[in-house]
């Protein structure tokens, strides 16, 4: 039985899948960043990601 996705109509998450914004379930959980708050903020994950992955790269407690 495939899972159904989750989520709710007016969460924004950005599709790994299918590179592109997403409203509500659209896709499964695994594919998906968020939820963000409007899909502004969703079509900026990947850019946060990157800024928070530099973030912990020079974060000095993981060194």
């Known amino acids: 039985m495939a899972k159904q996705p989750t989520g709710k109509p007016g969460e924004w ?3 790994l899948k299918h ?11 695994r594919n998906r960043l ?5 899909a502004e903020a969703a ?4 850019e946060r990601v990157a800024e928070r992955n530099d973030e912990w790269d020079h974060d000095p407690r993981w060194e």
């Open 13 to 15: 998450f950005w599709c």
């Open 19 to 29: 590179a592109k914004v997403e409203e509500g379930p659209e896709c499964p959980a």
């Open 34 to 38: 968020g939820p963000y708050p409007t």
């Open 43 to 46: 079509s900026h994950a990947l």
